[in-house]
């Protein structure tokens, strides 16, 4: 996996260069049609396929006030698109320049860096100064400077176009089943194993404490989950501020594996969210929140087992 930082780093691939272009949040499966486009142009015609995308996202630039909860971190993005086939990720830094550069200036950039061969995108996405940029504007400049343009329609579900806005909805409303429907894999959860208070240790339940702040959330509660990064095991993880034991109320997720044992401080973990087994709720003590973790695995075991 390569992640580039700079538009002019596309010069260092050698061969025609195919690329997908978006904000690609999530990964889902409208983005996932974008991208195969772009790896079957390249496996055919030959050269590199590359997905171009924008870090900060460009809501956290231009509205930060309003600015949606990432679906999928930069480097979870990455991850993704080279499970998709795409091992080269460019991360064009989005600042105010970025967002003031007219869109055929965006795309002569491009093409002065690289022998850009084709463009892909969704038929809907608009581009550069004031959203000017469009794929109608994009097949005058392919024609102009001799790339190709395809414009990938939108992905549907129960005919509604897939989009990140629905699937952050179906997030917040702990809808996992639908929320993995409109991506194609169930959600998961992605950041480094960090140190916490070490108290799963001492009630018996040993937890990777994952840093996902910037990431949309499900309802707070006890989840079931597969840790993929670490030969996919099984788990359950608690979301949420631990009202048993914490008066901080700082966010937490906290990933206890069955049967293993071992140390993931300072790995980056992605924990996939498969079923909620209930609320995060308020225990009278740690005997009693004890004795609902037992019951909690035990669940787990049999809904895994199922």
């Excluded at 600015?67 to 105010?96: C, M, N, V, Y």
């Excluded at 794929?135 to 129960?158: C, M, N, R, S, Y």
């Excluded at 990933?255 to 969210?273: K, N, P, R, S």
Aim: glycine share 10%; with cysteine; hydrophobic share 40%.
């Amino acid at each position: 996996m390569a992640i580039l930082s700079t538009i002019d780093a596309l010069g260092s691939l050698d061969g025609p260069v195919h690329v997908a272009i978006g904000v690609f949040d999530g990964v889902h499966r409208g983005h996932q049609a974008v991208l195969q486009s772009a790896r079957t142009s390249a496996n055919s015609t030959g050269g590199n396929p590359v997905v171009a995308t924008f870090h900060p996202h460009p809501a956290e630039v231009l509205a930060p006030d309003k600015a949606p909860k990432r679906l999928t971190p930069l480097s979870h993005q990455a991850t993704l698109f080279e499970r998709q086939g795409i091992e080269t990720t460019l991360a064009i830094p989005f600042d105010r320049a970025m967002a003031s550069l007219t869109a055929e200036a965006f795309i002569e950039k491009l093409n002065s860096t690289c022998q850009l061969a084709s463009i892909h995108v969704g038929t809907d996405w608009a581009f550069g100064k004031g959203r000017h940029g469009n794929l109608t504007l994009l097949q005058e400049l392919g024609a102009e400077h001799g790339f190709k343009v395809h414009g990938i329609a939108p992905v549907l579900e129960d005919d509604t176009r897939i989009s990140s806005t629905t699937i952050r909805h179906a997030i917040s409303q702990g809808d996992l089943a639908t929320t993995e429907g409109l991506l194609g894999r169930p959600y998961s959860l992605y950041g480094e194993v960090v140190h916490g208070d070490h108290l799963g240790r001492q009630l018996g339940f040993p937890t990777a404490n994952l840093d996902i702040a910037t990431q949309a959330l499900p309802p707070y509660g006890v989840y079931i989950v597969r840790l993929i990064s670490h030969e996919n095991r099984p788990g359950i993880a608690n979301l949420g501020i631990r009202p048993t034991v914490s008066r901080e109320q700082a966010l937490r997720f906290e990933v206890h594996l069955l049967d293993w044992e071992g140390d993931l401080y300072g790995q980056i973990a992605e924990a996939t969210l498969l079923h909620q087994l209930r609320p995060e709720q308020r225990f009278a003590g740690l005997p009693e929140l004890r004795e609902q973790i037992d019951r909690d695995l035990s669940q787990a075991r049999e809904w895994l087992d199922a």
